[in-house]
């Protein structure tokens, strides 16, 4: 059995602890020349666990070369991981060094660490790509021993994670003798993960490390004293209950879904903090710097509560955090267990959390979510097979990094595990689009970036090219942005917002942000100007693609949840009795079948589907549907989708419900609607700027969003109508049918449900339709006082559906087939 050396032995005793399993198992896959991947509980030492190898043999065997790469996903968390592994080097007084890597390193550090690389470099999948394709990359690399891959779930299966395994495969040519340990504490597709890590993509030589399972969780469900509401997903009712929980515990993490729920929720609880307890906010759009200063305080102890949305999901150990609060339902179980690690830091201790739902239908999701944990589930989809967009840039990047054979580079990006399976017909596609553009572009100058020389290899075109390769590298392409500034365009930056949401402001309207009422003054170059104060309801920023589809997982067991009544003593009363009118007034949707309601209201038909798939599928379910139901002749109006439910309101009575969900829905309906939808125009504009078609940043400065989507549009229609096949093409439909459209989910219930459809003809409105109803014609949420103020607006409707709902007495409605026959 493998043993610590005396002076880590000696390091351990010090400090009362003794080398976990999981940890001795690590140590000794790297003796025997194996790689690892690692799942062990928060608490277990797993970060321990990757860095005690490479410890070991620097002060076994010290270098002046770099040693060892870890890799995490967020900057703040890297930073945090070299703040904790100074402590055991100063205290064992090892001969080491540990340097951070990231977009916000000065140039000055930069140029050392290239000069005189640190032992252990820190730092993301980005700055790491600029390493890679550097041209002294295999210089750097060559003493390279050990690449640690921290929170690897989060990685896995995103357009980042793609270029991390590319990067990951370079590496592999650039110093083979380094081995790979994967850590993370939440993975629903081990082998998957484990076939990510390894350096043939296909999992050999990988061990899989399962630590010890830490003390079960303690949830319960916070149940606001005050009316629970039919709709609405920020929780903001419930602000009072939270902070009477926040005063009872030390310090507590209240994550939100949304920045702007977090901005809502943070007011919402200082007008209830008359003690002035310490809460903080914490958000991506926040400047840095204040992010940083609410991490200090964090770790100093200085604080009671911190708002926070998935930017403090990942990692960050606080051992003073002992509650978790999940406001509104948390959509998935991996990420509520991900959440749930952030309290109690301690393996023998459970994370005590409190889930708060924001209406009757998250009361079921926390319910199933709770039974899941119990229950040891997670959730999640298996990593999808590597993006294209993403596979052009890291060609370019490897050109510029130096001239390749086009036969090595698909052998080496075939041992990334998200391109194990890339046919050489794809590689070549890539490969030429890279080259010159494709066919529909190559009369164009500046889309030819590479050439090849009479022996086959390919060069980049100029070093032009090579540096504006640099200036817009990366997969994270976010919406255009703005710097918020306090008084004028040179003042304190507070963070970021929107183009399209500064684009709604007139001087003088007042907003939230980081926790401050803001008054707006006007936009100076790419800056907006506000100053304090403001007069008037606030508005709110909303940021594009926050929200989190419920997983299938969660709607499985929402669905078993609503057929199991002995399991409705878990529900508060007013959900326990929703459900029973439910079932007396129509039916409850089932396990494997589907729900379909149907009635009359206000002059208009309404349709009502039950189909638990998430909001992202049930909007392009609507979509689909709509236009089916127009060829049928139902003249449909609109619709609306929920996580839950989809609802569409039209001009005539729907009809042959059964042939309106038929699975060839998604053959020429699919195909008519996105080549009308600007959908997949939009989807382009990202594929575009990551595969280096459309720049965002050029010397000039960067293009704004305008720029973006003119050029973008106008390929998109000359490749539409010149090459259909173009690859930037299939990226953009493949994006679409995983991302905005979420074909695969959609297709299984179709599927699932053929002849397995529950139609409900109603002569009036059904409790469960009650929440979607309220759903039309909404607004987002830009008021101060949010939700309880569309609830007080939707008050006198609510009580108009829910006395529909129960002025009758109870009777099974009559199905379709028995109102024909009447």
Known sequence: MIALPPRFADWFAARGWHLRAHQRAVLQAVQDQHHALLIAPTGGGKTLAGFLPSLIELTDAPTDHLHTLYISPLKALATDIARNLQAPIDEMKLPIRVETRSGDTPANRRARQRARPPHLLLTTPESLALLVYAPNAGDYFAGLRMIVIDEVHALAGTKRGDQLALCLARLNTLAPAARRIGLSATIAHPQAIQRFVSPDGQGADTRLIIGEAGSAPVIEMLIAPVRMPWSGHMGLMAAGAILERVKAARMSIIFVNTRAQAELMFEALWRHNDETIPIALHHGSLAVEQRRRVEAA???????????????????????????????????????????????????????????????????????????????ELDGDPPRPGALDVLAQHILGCACAGPFHPDDLYTEITRASPYAHLPR?????????????????????????????????????NQKLVRQFRMNLGTIVEAPTLKLRLKHERGPVLGEVEEYFAAMLRPGDTFLFAGRRLSFVGLRETSLIAVDGGVGEPKIPAYVGGRMPLSTHLADRVRALLQRRADWDQLPAPVREWLEMQALRSDLPGETDLLVETFPRGGRWYLVAYCFEGRQAHQALGMLLTRRMERFGDQPLGFVATDYVLGIWSARPPHDIA????????????????????????????????????????????????????????????????????????????????????????????????????????????????????????????????????????????????????????????????????
């Open 298 to 376: 964090m770790a100093q102890g200085a604080l009671r509560a911190v708002v926070a949305t998935s930017s403090l999901d990942l990692g960050i150990d606080w051992a003073s955090v002992d509650q978790v609060i999940q406001v509104a339902a948390p959509k998935g179980v991996s990420r509520l267990m991900q959440r749930l690690g952030r309290a109690n830091h301690r393996l023998d201790e459970a994370s005590h959390a409190l889930l708060v739902p924001a209406n009757r239908f998250e009361v079921l999701e926390c319910v199933a979510a709770i039974a899941s944990v119990a229950a040891g």
């Open 425 to 461: 017909a794809d590689f070549e596609d890539v490969l030429r689009y890279v080259e010159d553009g494709g066919y529909a572009l190559a009369v164009y100058e500046r889309y030819r970036k590479l050439f090849r020389d009479a022996e086959g290899l390919v060069h980049v075109r």
């Open 659 to 822: 042939r309106l969900f038929a699975p060839d829905l998604l053959g020429d309906d699919l195909e008519e609607w996105l080549a009308e939808s600007a959908m997949l125009k939009r989807s382009f504009r990202a594929v575009a700027v990551i595969a280096g078609l459309i720049e965002r940043v050029h010397p000039g400065g960067e293009r704004n969003r305008r720029q973006i989507t003119i050029n973008t549009d106008l390929i998109y229609d000359v490749l539409r109508k010149h090459e259909p096949n173009h690859i930037l093409l299939r990226a953009t439909r493949a994006d679409a049918a995983h991302g905005l459209v979420d074909l695969s989910r959609i297709a299984g219930m179709l599927n699932r449900i053929q002849g397995r459809i529950t139609h409900r003809a109603l002569a009036r409105v059904s409790p469960l339709a009650v929440p979607v109803l309220l759903e039309i014609g909404r607004e987002p949420i830009r008021g101060l006082s949010g939700e309880d103020a569309l609830l007080d607006e939707a008050a006198s409707r609510v009580a108009e559906l829910v006395a529909e709902c129960f002025d009758d007495p109870p009777a099974r409605p009559a199905t379709l087939a028995q109102r024909a026959a009447m």
